[in-house]
């Protein structure tokens, strides 16, 4: 399974945020470039939110992305959160994988309103890599962890995404250098 991009561009106005983007997205892939290059605008491309202005965007499969903010239901518990998205997985494999991200039964068991920034964090992201799909996105979602939740949920993350292809955007060359895999460009 993987996402191509051939001669991909993307405008906004007559601001071109990408041009003559050439892309294979196979295995794990790490994208590094500062903020306001495109990094979401080329998330929103793969997962056909928005059209290209040239170029062709070809994807085998589902792609779930993990975007910045959150987007939890605020009124169900973490288990409801991923169960809405993964109705293939019993309520005791959510638990288990809520509980390998350090998360324990009093988090789970509330209104994810009620949960705090980093709990919220693996919460959204156990929803998307649990989420049936072939390749996965997700933006910065370790950030604002403590380092032994951070590790803990990178080793989760690889772990998860045999098989499958990850575009991970972080600004963390630590969290880079763990993944390895490809590195994107997007100049
Ligand atoms: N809907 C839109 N309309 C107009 N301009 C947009 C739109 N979306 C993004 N842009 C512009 O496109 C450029 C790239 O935005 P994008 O969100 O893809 O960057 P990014 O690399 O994800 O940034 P960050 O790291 O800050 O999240 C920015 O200059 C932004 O202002």
Redesign the pocket.
């Known amino acids: 399974m993987k996402a191509v991009l051939s001669g991909v561009s993307k405008r906004?106005?007559d601001?071109w945020?990408l041009r003559d983007l050439n892309l294979t997205l196979e295995g794990t892939n790490v994208l590094m470039?500062?903020?306001?290059?495109?990094?979401?605008?080329?998330?929103?491309l793969l997962l056909g939110l928005e059209a290209p202005d040239a170029g062709r965007v070809e994807t085998d499969g589902r792609i779930v992305a993990q975007f910045?903010e959150d987007r939890l239901c605020g009124q169900l518990t973490a288990v409801g959160n991923v169960a809405l998205c993964c109705p293939q997985l019993r309520r005791e494999q959510i638990e288990t994988a809520l509980t390998q991200l350090g998360l324990c039964e009093e988090d789970w068991s509330k209104p994810a309103r009620q949960l705090s920034g980093g709990q919220a964090r693996r919460v959204a992201l156990a929803r998307a890599v649990l989420a049936p799909a072939e390749g996965v996105i997700l933006?910065e979602p370790f950030k604002g962890l403590d380092e032994e939740t951070r590790q803990r949920a990178m080793n989760w993350v690889s772990r998860m995404m045999e098989g499958r292809w990850l575009l991970l955007?972080t600004?963390d060359e630590q969290e880079g250098e763990a993944f390895g895999g490809a590195s994107v460009e997007i100049l």
């Open positions: 906004y106005g601001q945020v470039a500062p903020s306001g290059r495109g990094k979401t605008t080329l998330a929103r910045q933006d955007i600004h």
